[in-house]
């Protein structure tokens, strides 16, 4: 047997109730409640677990961003100054809020409906979710940084393209004006989308990337002639198979004639779908939890190869992900997106992006829902938001009782992940070895280390040694953070408890961790 000596054991018992810490954070536990983290010391000479996870840092990688997390705001028919968003916005760590989309017309509050090519109708929608109030009620009280999304495809009339002047109006009343500030400026929405509206003459912008990269330009013009400071986003394509495959037609003509800020596209990747390109949700669980987040990281990849290909290596990524698979199932709610979103969000730690839920956090649901047996779900009834906004209700009549303000359970991917990715801290290189079940991220956290760790085994707990290389530290204190099946399971007796914690003392450098079934757990190493 392996020489162990225990430095700390500890229980981590899933939360039933009860208290937020500072970060969102249900901690209240019940005695009783099977164990869910253990951690132990190795003797010197002891022989480590077959499994062994390692950061290195002596390899410090990119700065985290300080908008790692985001959410959409809502700006049609939503009322901003209800206190059940307030509250919902409050619970999850956001730091950047995208508004607007390729139908938004910001200075009448109008939103255009009509199929995609047009022709277009006018519709007035609610003042209390126009710009003004996402400034006032949301953005400027929770210190959320706006991110705009600048029609391109409509026009406040619904009856052709934008013009580069409503751009630089709206740049002028946020930040000559109003002195809001508002540095994040995206051109168009999801320009190459089937969906995404063009009212002006063929061809069309998603058909034309070199009309797309024109449009930019004129509007990067006059926005950044009424404000130098602002940010210029643009909407790319990475190629899903990453370097060294060439870049997609898209963004090779995009990026040779346009300087962005910024980048953006929506994960999961846009694939063929409906007559066009479109979300899908035909992920399986084992897709979703083995091959998605590796297809993300090959485009956050390519996308940087791509920028440093045209020399625009100062460009920041952001990618979006929307409702964890989009199509409405069992999983969308199930503990299997909460670790999917948790890896997206390690994946861009890794990479130095932010991530940007393009889902308005506060939701209702769906039923009927598709029923995917290759899907883990133990909810009937399916959503694409992490928060609440009060169930049963006259699109889910059946639904079991859910209050608003509930946090679904993919929002806990975002608490933890808040625990986990500090700002002015850097990613570190995270290794694993002997288990494919296991998915490692490290980064530095002040003067120490914090790792997020997930376990994609649906059945068994594994157990790994965990440590720290090139650093001079030989014992840290250590804390885990833990969401896990078992904590998600109690869904089914309406018991939506959050991720739980536990002080797991003093311990060695490496040392035994153990991780429960389909679990995502951060462990923060103070020194």
Known sequence: MRSLRIVAMIFVFAALAGGTTDAGLRLVRQSGDPRIVTAASLLPGARPESAQIRADAGRPGPPISPYLL??????????????????????????????????????????????????????????????????????????????????????????????????????????NVNHYHVRYWQIGYYPYDFDEPDFGPPPKIRDDPALYAKIVNRFSRAMTAVDPSISIGVAIQPNPKGPPNPPSAWDA????????????????????????????????????????????RHELNEARAELNAYNLTNVEIRPDVSGGTGQLSQQNLSITTTLYLGMLLGEDVAAGASETWEDLPVGGCAQPFTLDPGEYGLLNFAASA?????????????????????????????????????????????????????????????????????????????????????????????????????????????????????????????????LTPWSMTVVVLHR
């Open 386 to 514: 992490l928060i609440s906004n009060g169930l049963p209700n006259s699109n889910c009549p059946n639904a079991r009782n859910v209050p608003a303000g509930t946090l679904f359970p993919p929002a806990n991917a975002y608490l933890l992940a808040s625990r986990f990715a500090h700002r002015g801290d850097v990613a570190l290189p995270a290794d694993v070895s002997e288990r494919p079940d296991l998915r490692a991220y490290a980064a530095t956290q002040g003067a120490g280390y914090a790792f997020m760790l997930f376990n994609l085994d649906k059945s068994n707990t594994v157990t790994a040694t965990l440590g720290v290389t090139n650093t001079t530290a030989r014992f840290f204190h250590a804390t885990a953070y833990v969401y896990n099946r078992a904590i998600y399971d109690q869904v089914q007796k309406g018991i939506f408890a959050g991720p739980v914690s536990e002080d797991l003392g003093g311990l060695s450098n490496p040392f035994s961790i153990s």
């Open 253 to 296: 003509t995009v990026l040779s004639r346009v300087h962005p800020g910024y980048v953006v596209w929506p994960e999961p990747p846009l694939v063929p779908c409906c007559g066009g390109s479109s979300f899908t949700g035909l992920f399986d669980d084992h897709q979703l939890l083995y091959e998605a987040p590796l297809v993300v």
């Open 70 to 175: 985001g959410a959409l705001s809502p700006q049609e028919d939503s009322d901003l100054t209800d206190p059940m968003y307030a509250a919902a916005y409050a619970s999850i760590p956001f730091a950047l809020t995208p508004y607007g989309d390729g139908y938004f017309h910001w200075q009448k509050d109008i939103g255009c409906s009509g199929p995609p090519d047009g022709p277009g109708q006018v519709n007035y929608l609610s003042h209390t979710g126009d710009f003004y109030h996402l400034m006032t009620d949301l953005a400027l009280p929770d210190h959320l940084a706006p991110e705009i999304h600048v029609a391109i495809g409509t026009n406040p009339t619904c009856d052709g393209r934008a013009d580069p002047s409503e751009g630089a109006a709206w740049v002028n009343y946020a930040n």
